[in-house]
């Protein structure tokens, strides 16, 4: 089975090391890494051209100008051979050496379309220090009414079903990840397993976790997206995930 690895990069030289590493590390070897560069101007594109060597033909990359994070992401899926798709973000990196051959294996015995695991929130400046762990273990589909969905980062899906149901909703600046994740679990209803298993060290200081301008942002997208699906919620509904989110933090 052969698992397509995306990044998106945009002046990303700060953290794209750790990213690249974890992915030379893993012990499957049966993947495809795309980088999506959005022209950075820093030294993103030198540290992506002095690592392609080390995959061994396995990397491909393009730099050219987009629409924000979710139309990258987009066009790494149109570049995409794999079985499986999924997305490593550049200021994240793989927990440990043994992430791909976990999902490969979890895509073994009944059919399922999709996996998801666990990931955990490291303080940005001092990558021992998990200041957040959340579990997908507990998401049920109904829980997205308020607006819960498993990590996405963990979140490893056949590129069929991307071919059949679409990829990122490229309307919504900071929630395209929950609109693409509703439609696929919540509406179409793909069958997933859940793996028992810390997948992805993400730092915290993601566009999705600043400030009060980005909760706001969710909040308007969440409903939006709601009510183009036809899912019954209200901002009430949506807000009780911040409450379940405090038991997360360490």
Known sequence: MKISIITATYNSERTLRDTMESVLRQTYHDYEYIIVDGVSKDGTLDIIREYEPRFDGRMRYVSEPDHGIYDAMNKGFAMATGDVVGILNSDDFYTSDDVLQSVADSFGGEYVDAVYADVHYVSYEDLSRCV????????????????MMPAHPSFYCRRAVYTQYGTFDTTYRIAADFEIMLRLLFIHRIRTRYVKKDFVTMRLGGASTTGYGSWSLIMKEHLQIMKKHGVVTNRFLLSLRYIYKLFEYL
């Open 132 to 147: 957040r762990y959340y579990s997908s273990g507990v998401f049920r589909r109904w829980m997205m009414r308020f607006g």
